[in-house]
């Protein structure tokens, strides 16, 4: 059975930055592209960032610049490094195994001004 937890998110002031983690079993990890959703109160579901089995990132332009997706295939771990936030970053953060329906719970982050 395949288990995505996401860990890492809070609290914090614009302009701060926060790691997410999310920490995966069930699967061979090392097999699947990977990616980050979040999703704002009263808006869709959108990618922030993916990376594929061979480490080549992509990134939503929101977070060009600011964000950096990795993963440790050794500890089946995903991260999503989050400098410079910004209130607009405020959101439910989602790790899922691309092109499959397994998700994370989410964990929250908020950026205050």
């Known amino acids: 059975q395949v288990r995505l937890v996401e860990s890492g998110g809070g609290l914090v002031q614009a302009g701060g930055s926060l790691r997410l983690s999310c920490a995966a079993s069930?699967?061979?990890?090392?097999?699947?592209?990977m990616g980050w959703y979040r999703q704002a109160p009263g808006k869709q579901r959108e990618l922030v960032a993916s990376?594929?089995?061979?480490?080549?990132?992509n990134y939503a332009g929101s977070a060009k610049g600011r964000f950096t997706i990795s993963r440790d295939n050794v500890r089946r771990r995903l991260y999503l490094q989050m400098d410079s936030l910004e209130p607009e970053d405020t959101a439910v953060y989602y790790c899922?195994?691309?092109?499959?329906?397994?998700w994370g719970q989410g964990t929250q982050v908020t950026v205050s001004s």
């Open positions: 990376i594929s089995t061979e480490h080549s990132t």
């Open positions: 069930g699967t061979n990890f090392k097999l699947f592209d």
């Open positions: 899922t195994q691309m092109g499959t329906t397994y």
